[in-house]
């Protein structure tokens, strides 16, 4: 993340002693703009952890399936080297290619959720990076004293609550 606290102290400044009655409402924009540009960084946070673990799970679940996978080609190897399998064996095969099948299903479910989460997170980095952006152009629009540069600011933090609310909604 770019800081910009700087750049907010002075936009402040400048409206306490800036004269023109609109930086009043730069300064208090770009509060509100920074407000909205720490909750979607936690936002952004915390769906990219929650990426992290369920990779990490689905990584466990697709080590599961290997273990399972070695033990029923070891049970294979058995089988054919015996000649005639006996219902035991035939019975842990079966059991073996069941709980492979939904191990298998549950990686699956865990990948699918970690791509979730990291798409939201990448929605709410988005969200960040345009609020950053609107803070900026605000604290230009003070500086230089021109209003425009504000009206730039306010279109480039609404698409930044765009993402915000994208990244909020349910997938």
């Not at 208090?28 to 720490?38: D, G, P």
């Not at 230089?144 to 909604?169: D, E, H, N």
Request: aromatic content about 8%; charged content about 25%.
């Amino acid at each position: 993340e770019v800081p910009l606290e700087q750049c907010h102290e002075q936009v402040h400044h400048q409206a306490e002693h800036g004269g023109a009655p609109w930086i009043s409402w730069v300064a208090l924009s770009t509060a509100i703009l920074a407000v909205l540009a720490a909750i979607a960084g936690l936002l952004s946070g915390s769906h990219a952890n929650e990426a992290m673990m369920k990779q990490i799970e689905s990584s466990d679940q697709w080590n599961y399936y290997q273990a399972k996978s070695i033990k029923a080609s070891l049970l294979d190897t058995k089988m054919l080297l015996r000649g005639t399998p006996n219902e035991e064996d035939r019975a842990r095969a079966a059991k073996y290619e069941e709980e492979q099948g939904e191990i298998q299903k549950e990686a699956r479910g865990r990948e699918a959720e970690a791509k979730a989460h990291f798409e939201r997170h990448e929605t709410f980095a988005r969200s960040v990076t345009l609020f950053q952006i609107a803070i900026a152009i605000a604290a230009i629009s003070a500086l230089t004293k021109r209003r425009r540069y504000w009206f730039v600011s306010l279109a480039v933090g609404a698409a930044g609550g765009v993402f915000l609310i994208l990244g909020l909604r349910p997938h």
